[in-house]
Each structure stands twice: as C-alpha cells, then as structure tokens.
C-alpha cells in the first residue's frame, strides 16, 4: 500500500498518542515515585522504547510529575495521590514502539477501579489525506 510506503518513508513524522487517565489507585502508595519510575522504565522497556533521561518534580505536600523522555519522543506522569488518580500520556514516533503498551502496563501495575485508554495517529497532513483517500477508496 501507497501509505505503508510513505511511512516507511516519513516515519519520523508519524506516531501513536496515547492518552490514559486512572482512578481508584488503592493498592500503591501514588507518593512513592520511586516505585512510578521502575514502573515507567519497565513499560517502556516492554513497549520496545528507547528511555533517554526521567525527570520527577515532588509537589508539595503531596503528588508529581514524572516525565521520560525517549528516542522516540516522550511520556509523561501527572500523578494525583489525593485524588487517588494518574494521567498517563505516551507520544511515540514511528512504527516500532507502541505507547499503548506503556499504559496497558501501568493499568495491570495499579488495578484502577476505573481507566480510560485513548490512542490517537498523528502524521503530516499529506500523510493523513494519502490514508484517509486508501481507506474509502
């Protein structure tokens, strides 16, 4: 397929977007960010991601935001311990890794009472209009 060759092509400017958001976390202490970042590291990993650095910022009295940054692009943790909530959002270029993955991951990890999973493709407009005349053409 036509697409299939121009994200060969253009796979820089093509990725998945994967939103996450959770509630009901009881089984984990949400302030131990320690605990966060192997559980982020080890998603990614799974995800066949490529980690570059990971910055936490501890809020005061309670909460973070944890962000990793990849090869691929990034991932970020807003997390909500009062709340007893996490967002996730995982943006990955190309074909290789898979952001859902990163999520899946943190939902079996934190057995939310409840959790949203959104992905979304984002490429160049050109890109998109090529998928789009493929898919109902």
Not at 16 to 24: A, F, I, P, V, Y
Not at 26 to 40: A, E, G, M, P, Q
Not at 56 to 61: G, I, L, Q, R, V
Request: proline fraction near 4%; glycine fraction near 4%; hydrophobic fraction near 40%.
């Amino acid at each position: 397929y036509r697409h299939e060759r121009m994200l060969d092509e253009m796979f820089e400017f093509w990725g998945r977007h994967t939103l996450c958001n959770m509630e009901g976390i009881y089984t984990v202490d949400l302030n131990n960010s320690d605990f966060l970042i192997r559980l982020l590291q080890d998603a990614i990993s799974a995800s066949k991601a490529t980690l570059v650095e990971i910055v936490c910022h501890k809020f005061s009295p309670e909460g973070a935001s944890i962000i990793a940054i990849l090869k691929e692009s990034h991932v970020a943790l807003h997390i909500y311990p009062e709340h007893c909530a996490l967002f996730l959002d995982a943006f990955t270029c190309g074909k290789i890794s898979d952001p859902e993955k990163i999520a899946l991951m943190f939902v079996e990890c934190l057995s939310p009472k409840t959790f949203a999973i959104e992905t979304i493709t984002r490429c160049s407009p050109e890109l998109k209009k090529d998928i789009f005349k493929h898919n109902i053409g």
